[in-house]
Nanobody, 123 residues
Framework: VQLQASGGGLVQAGGSLRLSCAAS????????MGWFRQAPGKEREFLAS????????YYGDSVQGRFTISRDNAKNTAYLQMNSLKPEDTAVYYC?????????????????WGKGTQVTVSS
């Protein structure tokens, strides 16, 4: 499966962005989807995952209550709605897919990765 993240940009603190992850190749519903980020000088951070049909989600502690992951299997697209953004949310954001199909803690990574999209939050 090929993945392409989009929707990043520059936003003021307190604002919102919605990232999209378009998938192509194999059947989108064959995969759980996830979002990660990496800030300069920091390790990659797991943010959220969603199971194959959107019925179950899992969030990392740093974004719980502010970010929402979703998917539309008819459009082969996953989303990350980000609200109440903070300067510390500045990072390159990546979407990923995993053949396990379940939501959970994917801190050690997923099977397939897309190119990232830059999110910059100004104070």
């Amino acid at each position: 499966v090929q993945l392409q993240a989009s929707g990043g940009g520059l936003v003021q603190a307190g604002g919102s962005l919605r990232l999209s992850c378009a998938a192509s190749g194999r059947t989108f519903s064959s995969y759980a989807m996830g979002w990660f980020r990496q800030a300069p000088g920091k390790e990659r951070e797991f943010l959220a995952s969603i199971n194959w049909n959107g019925g179950s989600t899992y969030y990392g502690d740093s974004v719980q209550g502010r970010f929402t992951i979703s998917r539309d299997n008819a459009k082969n697209t996953a989303y990350l709605q980000m609200n109440s953004l903070k300067p510390e949310d500045t990072a390159v954001y990546y979407c990923a897919a995993d053949s396990a199909r379940v939501a959970g803690d994917y801190r050690y990574g997923m099977d397939y990765w897309g190119k990232g999209t830059q999110v910059t939050v100004s104070s």
